[in-house]
């Protein structure tokens, strides 16, 4: 009998027994990644993912600080806040599909009742100026909206509401131009130093006073968490951090004056300043046409945008006060005889003769009215504001001691350079000069060889000096530039820096750090030029024959002041402007007034800033005081 073996397998080559353990050691190590994997997920990282979780049901809504509020010089609230709500689209979290972008636009647009193309263009143009921020859409929309959107997030992916807090003028048209807006930072402004730490989304001063002082009426942001079920419905509020409150601003504003030079230059485009002498505290300035602040509450259309700016309304955005550009009439006349009694030119008793008339090279000049006042001194001159005095001095100051002393004066007293005051965008003007006309000249010259023949280019010449010494021509003054030259003189020679921020205080009106600004320069004046200056305007308003006496002759307090009708040619009509200095001998306040089309500056600028005055000191004007008139006898022109 024969035995097989039993063991019929074929024996375990070495090559076999390397494959078996290779594959062995290949799935001990893919279990022991899946192994680690999962113990990551759990216990490393298990906090990450609670809290995403969390993240879907719990949403964290900004809270907007309030800015603080802005208050005049007694406490007189100008500026506040309410709250509102602010739809806005996230581009992280918007469809990237420019269809399903459409019909987001499309559904967005019926609660907020919208056009979808406006909510496009919106959006596009705040994407583009400034990336990866949120675009608000519609600002202060209703609680039922918020409520809305806020539960049903799902079906409006990247639409987000945020509570916020917007500005609130009560006074509404009241210095309207001052108090500036406020907006979304954009991508250029984050870049300043003085925005560094700002969060992309922040509202931020884009103009104005806003813009001005927001490094303290900016607060800091809080935010709100809620809890929302799975479906996004809203469930209620799991914590709050409260935004903390800008800083409140002290203005030296006195709303009750104002108030009265708001309705005072109510009749035309017009502005007005009124500022302390000494100190360059602006106690008021407007301007008019004026417009209601709160329009810019909400987000503002372009149609409303271009009304504000549009020159066939008046532009009401502009601040005439600092960015009117005007000649100024006889009003110039103060720095005509700054220049010629500093010069040395002449002196308060220099008499001159006053025909009417007086023919300087080919050109006559005549006094307004053709009156003719005879041999007359400073003193009168200012008075009756004699042009020929003037045109005389304006002749003789042109090279004066080879230097241009009208222009030198003019500069050294504000004309022509920014004031410093702490507003934006103010505008320098111009003081003509040679050096100006003259590089005009060539320029017009190359482009074009015939314009001198045609009348479209010139050099200077003398009669251009005569012209700036009654303020006609190509001068260009703001009010403000205007009543800082006077207040040069008034106050003996310092040339303050205008300003309406007078200090920052907390919530409870306490001084936390006041706003200094100090003056611009000192100027040598002597006495005897302030002296007699201010006596010549006092004479213009408080003796018969002055061309504001019929204004002031029974003012309660004394002042001097000068008017000034500036002619504007091409058949437009004269500009109307007065400026005066109260209580003389020793003035505090200078008020300066101009109307566009307001004629002659008796009439309409002169009883415009008698009832600004009136307000300003506390007294009482009679019945008809302070009304124009076309008195005889007055150089309507002066």
Known sequence: MMYRDSDSRAPVTPQ???RVAVMGGVALVMFGVIFFRLWSLQVLSGPKYRAEADNNRVREITVQAPRGRVVDRNGQLLVDNRAGYAVELDPAKMPKDSHQRSLLYIKLGRILQMRPRDIRERAHSEFLALKFAKATIKQDVSAPVYQYLLENQDKYPGVTVEQVFLRLYPRHQVGAQLFGTVGRITGGELKQKEYRGVPENDRVGQSGLEYSYDRYLRGLDGADRVQVDSEGNLKGEISVRAPTVGHQLKLSLDYNVEQAGQNAIAS?????????????EVIGMGSNPSFDPNAFAKSITESDYKALTSDSNGAPILNRAIQGLYPTGSTFKLITSTAALQSGLSTPD????????IQIGNIVFQNAGHAANGAIGLLDALRVSSDVYFYSLGAQLNNYKDHHQLQEWAGKLGLGHHSGIDLPQEYKGLVPSPEWRNALYRKLYKQDPNCLQNGTCRPWSIGDNVNLAVGQGDVEVTPLQLATAYATIANGGTVVRPHLGLDVEDAAGRVLQELSSPPVRHLNIDPTTRGAIL????????????????????FPIPIAGKTGTAQKGGGRPDQ???????????????????????GFGVQTAAPAVAKILAVLLNVHLKAGQASGGTPSGVNLYG
């Open 535 to 554: 006596t010549g305007l006092h004479m213009a308003a408080d003796t018969p024959g002055g061309t504001s006496y019929p204004v002031f002759k029974d």
């Open 16 to 18: 076999l027994s390397l």
């Open 268 to 280: 035309d485009e017009a502005a007005f300043v009124a500022m302390d002498v000494h100190t360059g």
């Open 576 to 598: 109307s402007w007065y400026v005066a200095l109260a209580p003389y001998p020793d003035p505090k306040y200078v008020v300066a007034a101009t109307f566009e089309h307001g």
């Open 350 to 357: 220099t008499v001159i003769d006053d025909p009417g008339q």
